[in-house]
T-cell receptor, first 112, second 115 residues
C-alpha cells in the first residue's frame, strides 16, 4: 500500500462546476498537508498549505484535512479552463526542510 | 513571482556530455534543497536531499557518482548529470525549503534530452 493514495483521473468537468480532489494517507506522522498545481512542462506551484486538521480557504480554493480519517480534500469553486492542470497532494511530518511524500496527481480538465 | 529559479529550462546534448543544472532560492535562505525527477504522466520521484554545506543524501537506487549535487550556499544548489546517456533524459525539478515551517517551493524544471 502506498503512503499516499490519489485518484489519477482524468477528471473532466464543465466550466463553473465545483471540483473535489481527494487523497488518503496511511502515515499518522504527517502534520503538513499541501496541494500543488502543475501545468504541463512546468514545476509544481504551491496552491494551499495546511498544518494539522481543519479547513483553509483562499479565493475559489478550499483545503480540508481530516486527520482522524487520514483524508484530505481540495475544492475548487466556479472552475475555469485555466484550472486545467494536474493537482498533486503532498504531505510531510515537518516543514519545508523535510522530505515530502506526493500523491500520484489528478489530471483535471475544465471544459469551456 | 517565482521564489525558486531553475536554469536552464531546456537542454539538448550528445551522449557522454555532463550537464549542470542550477537551482536558486530568490528571496529566502534555503537550508534544504531537493532534487526530483519526473517521467511523463508520473509523479515526482525524489532523487536526493541537500543541506547547505554538507553532503547530499541520496535516495535508494540513485547513483551519487552519476548525479553530483553541490549546495555551496543558502541560495544555490547544483545538480550535475555526469556523462549523460539517453536513459538520463527526463524532467528534473528542484525545490527549496527553510526551517521556518513553510512548505517547499519548486523551480520550473529542466527538460533534459540526451541524443
Amino acid at each position: 500500500q502506498k503512503e499516499v493514495e490519489q485518484d489519477p483521473g482524468p477528471l473532466s468537468v464543465p466550466e463553473g462546476a465545483i471540483v473535489s480532489l481527494n487523497c488518503t494517507y496511511s502515515n499518522s506522522a504527517f502534520q503538513y498537508f499541501m496541494w500543488y498545481r502543475q501545468y504541463s512542462r512546468k514545476g509544481p506551484e504551491l496552491l494551499m498549505y495546511t498544518y494539522s486538521s481543519g479547513n483553509k480557504e483562499d479565493g475559489r480554493f478550499t483545503a480540508q484535512v481530516d486527520k482522524s480519517s487520514k483524508y484530505i480534500s481540495l475544492f475548487i469553486r466556479d472552475s475555469q479552463p485555466s484550472d486545467s492542470a494536474t493537482y498533486l497532494c503532498a504531505m510531510s511530518p515537518s516543514g519545508g526542510y523535510q522530505k515530502v511524500t506526493f500523491g500520484t496527481g489528478t489530471k483535471l480538465q475544465v471544459i469551456p | 513571482g517565482a521564489v525558486v529559479s531553475q536554469h536552464p529550462s531546456r537542454v539538448i546534448c550528445k551522449s557522454g556530455t555532463s550537464v549542470k543544472i542550477e537551482c536558486r532560492s530568490l528571496d529566502f535562505q534555503a537550508t534544504t534543497m531537493f532534487w526530483y525527477r519526473q517521467f511523463p504522466k508520473q509523479s515526482l520521484m525524489l532523487m536526493a536531499t541537500s543541506n547547505e554545506g554538507s553532503k547530499a543524501t541520496y535516495e535508494q537506487g540513485v547513483e551519487k557518482d552519476k548525479f553530483l549535487i553541490n549546495h555551496a550556499s543558502l541560495t544555490l544548489s547544483t545538480l550535475t548529470v555526469t556523462s549523460a546517456h539517453p536513459e538520463d533524459s527526463s524532467f528534473y525539478i528542484c525545490s527549496a525549503g527553510d526551517r521556518g515551517g513553510q512548505p517547499q517551493h519548486f523551480g520550473d524544471g529542466t527538460r533534459l534530452s540526451i541524443l
